[in-house]
């Protein structure tokens, strides 16, 4: 029998969001400039989902929610590509080390390069509040 239990145990305490990587391209393309204004720790998943090509993937910080004026807070050494579907990379920061690369900056992002422009997968979010409160990790259906 199904819990009836309305549980919200991790939705409250992460904050995670996917997002379709199809870039068209073969240059380094941000994924989603997110503000960690309420949060300490940022971690960021590719999964392949298309292609063999090779794969760069760093976390970014900008003072800007555009993006302007990137720096890099974190760069995934990339010791075996993930050229299988199904593979898997993971990089995570928090926000001492963000502060320590730009004081002033505020927003990240993931960014992923591809060396063959059909190549596609699935960049995935997880932030971690200062702060817990209930619905931080919702649906999301268009």
């Known amino acids: 029998m199904a819990s009836t239990v309305s549980t919200d145990?991790?939705?409250s305490t992460l904050k995670v969001k996917s997002y379709d990587f199809d870039p068209g391209v073969a240059t380094v393309v941000a994924i989603d400039w997110v503000d960690m204004k309420d949060f300490d720790a940022f971690m960021a998943s590719f999964f392949r989902t298309i292609g063999t090509s090779n794969v760069t993937f760093d976390i970014a910080v900008s003072a800007s929610s555009s993006g302007s004026s990137p720096v890099v807070v974190k760069t995934h050494a990339v010791g075996s590509q993930p050229d299988a579907v199904g593979?898997?990379?993971?990089?995570?920061?928090?926000?001492e080390e963000i502060k320590g690369v730009l004081a002033?900056?505020?927003y990240?992002?993931?960014r992923v390069s591809v060396?063959?422009?059909?190549?596609?997968?699935v960049v995935t979010y997880i932030r971690r509040p200062i702060r817990l409160y209930r619905g931080l990790t919702a649906?999301?259906?268009s």
């Open 104 to 106: 002033a900056g505020r």
């Open 115 to 121: 060396v063959t422009d059909t190549d596609e997968g």
């Open 9 to 11: 145990k991790l939705m």
């Open 87 to 95: 593979d898997q990379l993971f990089l995570e920061c928090t926000a």
């Open 108 to 110: 990240v992002s993931a």
């Open 139 to 141: 649906d999301i259906v």
